[in-house]
């Protein structure tokens, strides 16, 4: 498809389990962006890539969490331990490259849900 | 403080008013202003992006205040179809990060 595509579109896991939540960016967008957003909330930052390298990972709440971009493209945000506090939405968005347009294209989410 | 600040709602208006909202930021760096609309579960989309010398694009006008540190979104001869949350987004000079605010949500009522 043309768009940001994110799987699962639902994830349920227990709390101290491990979680891999996948984005795939609408094809030639440089920069991936990795939101966390809960009920009521804005989306909050998590972390940027541009390229394969993260650019900026100040948004990532602790060391539990951690993504990767291997070649540019997809890109995976990976939780260790999970706890129940991580419950949220996990959204992925791209765009051409750095303040590019500043349109941000959003995927539809991952819904992570800690029991 | 927050970088990104707007009051939360809910808006509850009837068709065919008028409604603005704004939303304050902390940043004076802060470069590029936009505003995001979303639907109840679905994904945030570009509204529109908030230009100095303000911007209209049909019912809805975007302003930005640089002195104040606010922006604000105008929407006239509101329309069921706008009920939605709507985002505030500032992007900061040299940094690629897009910070969102809580967002308002609007309900227009028949």
């Known amino acids: 498809g043309a768009g940001v595509s994110q799987t699962p579109s639902n994830k349920v896991t227990e709390k101290g389990k491990y979680v891999e939540l996948r984005c795939d960016p609408i094809s030639g967008h440089t920069a991936l962006y990795w939101y966390r957003q809960s009920l009521g909330q804005g989306p909050e930052f998590l972390i940027y890539f541009q390229g394969t390298g993260a650019a900026d990972d100040s948004g990532l709440p602790n060391d539990r969490f951690f993504a990767v971009r291997p070649e540019g493209s997809v890109s995976t945000l990976k939780i260790q331990r999970t706890e129940r506090g991580d419950s949220a939405v996990y959204l992925c968005a791209s765009r051409w490259g750095p303040q590019a347009s500043g349109e941000l294209f959003f995927g539809e989410g991952s819904r992570l849900t800690v029991l | 403080r927050k970088e990104v600040e707007q009051d939360p709602g809910p808006f509850n208006v009837p068709e065919g008013a008028t409604v603005a909202f704004n939303c304050t930021y902390s940043?004076?760096?802060?470069?590029?202003f936009f505003w995001y609309r979303q639907d109840c579960r679905k994904e945030p989309k570009l509204l529109m992006s908030v230009y100095s010398s303000g911007n209209e694009d049909g019912r809805f006008t975007a302003q930005l205040n640089r002195a104040s540190q606010y922006i604000s979104l105008l929407i006239r001869d509101s329309k069921l179809s706008d009920s939605a949350t709507y985002l505030c987004?500032?992007?900061?000079?040299?940094?690629?990060?897009?910070?969102f605010g809580t967002g308002t949500r609007l309900t227009i009522i028949p």
């Open positions: 940043n004076s760096a802060s470069q590029s």
């Open positions: 987004v500032v992007e900061k000079f040299g940094n690629e990060k897009l910070t």
